[in-house]
Structure formats: C-alpha cells, structure tokens
C-alpha cells in the first residue's frame, strides 16, 4: 500500500469513527448545530498552557499533553468537515492533501494562532495548521491515528459505562483513564485490523467496579 493510500484509509477510518461517536452522544447530531468551531478553540487556549507561554516565568513545553490536546481538536476538526455534507471520500481526499502540507510556521504558539484563528474567524477547521502544530511537536499521521482512535475508544468506553449519567468512574486505581488509555495504546499493536476491539476489552479488563 502507497503512503498516500495508507493515510487515505487512516483518513477513511478515523472519520468513520467520529460519525459513529457522535451518532453514539446524539443520533441526530448533524441537525444539533453543535458548535465544534468553539471547541476547537477552547481546546488550543488549554494546549498554550500545556506548551507554556509566559515570557515572564520558567515553562516546560509537556509534549504528551500537547499531542493529546492535538487529538481532541481533530475529533472537533472531523466533524466540522462531517457537517459539511460532502462525502466521507471527498473529505478523505482533501483532508490527506492538507495533512501533509505545511505553511512554513516555524513558531508553535503561532500555528495554534492560525488553528484558533479560521475556528473563531470562518467557524471552520485550518488543518493545514493543525499539521503545521504537528510537524512542531514530532507528531506524524501515523501517531495521530494511533492516538486518535486510542480516544476515540475510551470516549465510547466512557459513554458505555455512564458518563452522559455521571455515574462513570475517571480515576482508576489512583491513575486517570488518560493515563491508562496511554499505556495501553503503547502496548497494542496500532496496525492491527482490531486494534480497536483489542484496546476496548483492555479498557473493560482494567476499569474499576
């Protein structure tokens, strides 16, 4: 399978599975209105505090958190161009041209700008500055696939075991289920075809009742 054709699936796949969370939260999430843009940039206010800012105090930039918060805002990115209503292969072919492409950005604090920008300006998704947020952080298409269906599944988990209840349990014999999500995502092999299933029944096995 050529690079492109192998992003293209993962592509296919990851926005797949968003259409079937938000189905999973709401069946009639396309007619909600949500608004996804607003999400997008709440989410890159939190990662600047991951990343540090502040001229005026020592800051570490928290590498793992800032990829997890990358993640997050793919879930909003995905469906904002889910709610377009162009086909899951017209979006799929323009998403893996934009995810490969770079604006030439070379300050991190700046891309998120750009992300925060088009989400609050053209309440739409830049994921040309998402890949340009990725490529600052070390983050390749291959990490954002492992990652994002690693989420992609725990979100489901949660849903399943209570969460839009308030009945669902987020820390896990004193570690949160973030935590745990992450070292079992590290353990499993991401090409494989159930790699998902697989991460599911880990998630089951480890959670607390």
Same mark, same amino acid.
């Given at each position: ?111 998120? !700008?750009?992300?925060?920008?088009? #989400?609050?300006?053209?309440? *739409?998704? +830049? %994921?040309? @500055? ?5 490529? =600052? ?38 570690? !949160?289920?973030?935590?745990?999500? #992450?070292?079992?995502?590290? *353990?499993? +092999? %991401?090409? @494989? ?5 697989? =991460? ?10």
């Amino acid at each position: 399978m050529s690079d492109t054709s192998a992003a293209q699936n993962q592509i296919k796949q990851m926005l797949t599975m968003q259409d079937a969370m938000n189905s999973r939260v709401s069946e009639t999430w396309r007619e909600n209105d949500y608004e996804w843009y607003r999400a997008i940039w709440v989410e890159c206010a939190e990662m600047l505090d991951h990343h540090g800012w502040k001229w005026w105090k020592h800051q570490e930039i928290d590498i793992a958190q800032v990829q997890l918060e990358l993640v997050d805002i793919f879930h909003f990115g995905l469906s904002l161009r889910l709610m377009t209503g162009a086909t899951v292969e017209s979006i799929t072919d323009t998403l893996a041209v934009e995810l490969t492409q770079s604006s030439g950005e070379k300050d991190f604090k700046i891309a998120l !700008e750009n992300l925060a920008s088009t #989400a609050v300006s053209n309440k *739409s998704f +830049d %994921a040309i @500055a998402l890949a340009d947020c990725m490529r =600052l952080m070390n983050m390749d298409l291959d990490e954002l696939f492992r990652q994002y269906v690693g989420k992609n599944t725990l979100n489901f988990f949660r849903q399943d075991h209570g969460y839009k209840e308030g009945s669902y349990i987020k820390i896990w014999n004193s570690e !949160e289920d973030n935590e745990v999500l #992450a070292k079992l995502v590290n *353990s499993l +092999d %991401a090409s @494989a075809s159930d790699f998902q299933q697989q =991460l599911y029944a880990a998630l089951e096995e480890k959670y607390p009742t």
